[in-house]
């Protein structure tokens, strides 16, 4: 396994945007002008890629569902994001940038840095953040002549207070050309990445993998209280039935990466839907049912791991094609796809719920059971996973 780097956060930098229900493609968005600044700044490539990356994974903390951001405390997110992105590959180059990232020139933040005690990434990233957020909240209000002399306004008021001067001016430069707006307003930004991105990147294996897919279960089961630890269950059960079937240690590794990502697409279900105590409308399940949709869409961007992609997005489909998001049926649903139903069908039922108390082993076996009684899961995937839990 080799990947880009490149790739895997312009990928995984789309979790970052499903879970704000808003504004898709800010990250990638925020890359492009921390890119564009950088370029004018003449960074070097070592510094470059640092900027690229934190503009990638600058909201990464943001998934804690106990964090208010109409509070005091929204500065939180940073310092969150710096520790986790410790646990990525090159990670401790750029954390700073993200601990860092919503500091103000003046010193009026909430770590109370100034000027240049301000990593210039970190300051890189704060404008072009601000840039994007700036102009996502002006669509539909303003024009679009007015939209650029008001963003235009916003940085000349606010260089020397949030803002580096020396920043604001390769930011405003930038302004002045057609093609910047032309390039930030594209649809397919990615494109215009790939066009401008660091070259040399770095090459990630499976153990790399395997730790971002960590970072990012983490990420996921802090969504909620009820599904703490849920990506690292399901993870640990289908690693072991792995073991049991006989795989390889590459191909037992890849299931366990799916397993950790299989509920990546959750970040797009609101926390009232998760931890709804009642039973869910049909427009509620509606939006649960979109969360393999998001798994499989994000995945499949990454390129290269189309096998991991399938594994994780598959496993509420079921064998009569009564399942989401695709309703496969039969053949059409793979065996490790199977697998992977049962194990989460397995750990979801031994949770505790809003709604109940999670079930002792025997109990939910005994209700997998009646699922493949009824032509739902697989029979031989039950009778591995027993090999596993009993």
């Not at 370029?39 to 934190?54: A, G, I, P, Q, R």
């Not at 909430?110 to 970190?122: K, M, R, T, V």
Request: hydrophobic share 35%; glycine share 6%.
């Amino acid at each position: 396994m080799n990947l880009n780097y490149n790739n895997l956060l312009s990928a995984l930098s789309l979790v970052l945007d499903v879970q704000e229900y808003k504004n898709m493609g800010h990250a990638r968005k925020v890359a492009y002008i921390s890119l564009r600044i950088s370029e004018m700044l003449n960074l070097d490539e070592e510094e470059t890629k640092k900027v690229y990356y934190s503009a990638f994974l600058h909201d990464i903390g943001k998934g804690d569902i106990y964090e208010d951001f109409d509070t005091d405390e929204w500065w939180k997110h940073s310092e969150r994001g710096s520790e986790i992105v410790k646990k990525l590959p090159f990670g401790e180059n750029f954390s700073d940038i993200i601990r860092y990232h919503h500091e103000n020139y003046d010193g009026s933040g909430h770590f109370e840095l100034n000027g240049d005690s301000i990593p210039l990434g970190a300051q890189i990233v704060f404008i072009s953040d601000q840039f994007d957020i700036r102009y996502a909240s002006l669509i539909g209000i303003e024009n679009e002549y007015n939209i650029r002399f008001n963003i235009k306004e916003f940085i000349k008021s606010n260089t020397r207070k949030m803002f580096n001067p020396i920043v604001s001016k390769a930011l405003l430069d930038l302004t002045n050309q057609e093609k910047f707006w032309l390039d930030y307003k594209f649809f397919d930004i990615k494109s215009i990445l790939k066009t401008i991105e660091p070259k040399d990147t770095l090459s990630i294996g499976i153990d790399e993998l395997e730790d971002i897919a960590e970072a990012f279960a983490q990420i996921i089961d802090n969504r909620s209280r009820f599904t703490y630890n849920h990506s690292r269950g399901i993870s640990n059960l289908a690693y072991k039935m792995a073991k049991v079937i006989g795989y390889d240690e590459e191909m037992t590794r890849k299931i366990k990466i799916a397993a950790l990502l299989h509920d990546l697409g959750k970040l797009a279900v609101p926390n009232s839907i998760l931890d709804k105590p009642d039973k869910l409308t049909e427009e509620e399940f509606m939006v649960i049912k979109s969360h393999t949709y998001y798994t499989k869409k994000i995945l499949k961007e990454i390129r290269e791991i189309d096998d991991i992609a399938e594994w994780g997005a598959n496993h509420h489909e079921k064998l009569d094609g009564s399942g989401y998001p695709e309703g496969l049926k039969g053949d059409e649903i793979g065996e490790i796809d199977r697998h992977m139903a049962v194990c989460d069908m397995y750990q979801a039922l031994t949770e505790d719920r809003p709604y109940r108390k999670g079930l002792e082993p025997k109990e939910a076996i005994d209700i997998i059971s009646k699922s493949v009684k009824n032509n739902k899961v697989s029979g031989k995937s039950l009778e591995i996973l027993k090999e596993v839990v009993f």
